[in-house]
């Protein structure tokens, strides 16, 4: 059974810290993704990479894939209050295969 | 945003009804997921969809059945609920990109209650 373990599980920082969520595995994956949920919403996709030691970058917020695409990281730089929310990473094996899930990181940005 | 609906959003049941939860798409998108979210447990695959009449289980599947007559419906149904089913339920929709799983744009849940 593939396993993501995420950390932390819960993180409370000030706006303009800067935060690392890691999500990790023994497995090997084909691609991970990194989503964002708000309450009362599904989780929306933030970004996908398929290619060991991939980076990338969506504004304020870079994405690594580890060289043997068994872990990686999102980096949040100088925070802000609107990227509360729950962070999910997901990992794809075989294609067509569902993804499996981390437990997620709650992230409380306060001003 | 993608064409995805869970009906119903709410739902209140008493424990040893039949529930059955509706997930519709306008996308035309071979992939469908359930999965259930719990405090500290994140998104667990319940059932997921192939294609038509293809369905496989996930890590969570017992106590639930699935079925997807059409391309567009693909529903979850708990024959006999249990407390333990109080959740929040997911849908999801995918198709391949570049040989791997694509994004999953998801329904808007379905709080299921089990009283």
């Known amino acids: 059974t593939q396993l993501l373990e995420q950390s932390p599980q819960f993180l409370s920082i000030q706006e303009g810290e800067n935060l690392t969520v890691y999500c990790n595995s023994s497995s090997v994956f084909s691609s991970l993704q990194w989503y964002r949920q708000e309450p009362g919403e599904g989780p929306v996709l933030l970004v996908t990479?398929?290619?060991?030691?991939e980076v990338k970058k969506l504004k304020r917020l870079t994405f690594q894939f580890g060289d043997a695409r068994k872990d990686s990281s999102l980096h949040i730089t100088a925070a802000q209050p609107g990227d509360t929310g729950l962070y999910l990473c997901?990992?794809?094996?075989?294609?067509?295969?569902?993804?499996?899930f981390g437990k997620g990181t709650t992230l409380s940005v306060s001003s | 945003d993608a064409g995805i609906t869970q009906s119903p959003r709410h739902k209140v049941t008493e424990t040893g009804t039949p529930v059955t939860l509706r997930c519709h798409q306008t996308?035309?998108?071979?992939?469908m997921y359930w999965y259930r979210q719990d405090p500290g447990h994140g998104l667990r695959l319940i059932h997921y969809s192939y294609g038509v009449k293809d369905t496989d289980k996930g890590e969570v599947s017992d106590g639930y059945s699935v079925s997807r007559s059409k391309t567009e419906d693909f529903l979850l149904t708990l024959e006999s609920a249990t407390s333990s089913q109080t959740s929040v339920y997911f849908c999801a929709i995918s198709e391949l990109r570049q040989g791997v799983t694509g994004e999953l744009f998801f329904g808007e849940g379905s709080r299921l209650t089990v009283l």
């Open positions: 990479v398929v290619t060991g030691g």
């Open positions: 997901a990992g794809g094996s075989q294609a067509g295969t569902a993804l499996i």
């Open positions: 996308e035309n998108h071979r992939y």
